[in-house]
């Protein structure tokens, strides 16, 4: 693994409200507020999921006509214009078209092109539909800030993707999302979204940055709040608003980060894990075990 240096950076986390098949419209807003982050000092940039067309897809016809190949498709080169143009890092989710097959897809730009793609490894609902399940893994990029990895929306609810992107060695998590509201949740708790990454965060001892959307789609309402957790799983900024367009934004030492990961003289979460227990990385198989203690004895 290559040692990056890694030094303090300004993210900012977009939240906007996509208009569903308005692509041309979408890069234009999605656009000006980059522009609006980078002018305050931005340096990595995260968009929403599916920042360019929309979300809610009627059948799979819909979403082929909407995708677009990456890197050559028109939302990529848009992003990548300005990434070059204004020297940062942008991650952006877009529905992607690889030959015959879509993917919910986040691509990964920086100053000097497009770095990958990270491909959604858990599909909610109706993606089931039209979306391939991501072929990719977890994929750590290697930047001048730190390692960073992605997961898009329902990736958050899998304790697996953050892990495997610690043991990866991701400095931060960048999430483009599309959280919608969760049955039974009352107005005056935390959505169970910033809840499940700021525990994600503190697990992994990573930075998570998402960037969600507002607005009511297709009757389909989404939830905002979008949030920058620091490696401690305490939000640094945010969370935003539920209705408005907004950029939460915050300076991180992601060199912090893998400064704590040792929290005292004998504790360190990732080393502590117990491999002997729970075979693979974090725990693929089920081993069998002897439901007693006591060998042998009968009741």
Known sequence: MTEIPIEAVDIACIQFEPRFGAVADNLARSGALIEQ????????V???ELANTGYVFEN???????AEPVPEGQSTRFWGEIATRRKLFLISGITERDGEHLYNTAVVIGPE??????RKLHLWADEKLWFEPGNLGVPV???????I???????????????LAALAGADL????????????????QQPMANVLHMAAAHSNVMAIACADRVGVERNQSFIGHSLIVSHTGWPVSGPASGTE?????????????????????TNHPIHDRRTDVYSGPFGTETPTFNASPFKGEKK
């Open 37 to 44: 982050a980078a002018d305050s000092g931005a340096e990595i």
């Open 46 to 48: 995260v968009l929403p």
């Open 60 to 66: 799979r016809e819909e979403a082929l006509a909407l």
């Open 113 to 118: 092109g497009v770095l990958g793609v990270y």
């Open 141 to 147: 990029f290697d930047t001048p800030h730190g390692r």
């Open 149 to 163: 990895g992605v997961a898009i929306c329902y990736d958050g609810w899998f304790p697996e993707t953050f892990r």
């Open 173 to 188: 998590m960048c999430v483009p999302t599309n959280w919608v509201p969760i049955p039974g949740q009352s107005t005056d």
């Open 245 to 265: 367009e907004e950029i939460v934004s915050a300076r991180l030492d992601l060199s912090a980060a893998r400064r704590a990961q040792t929290w005292n003289g």
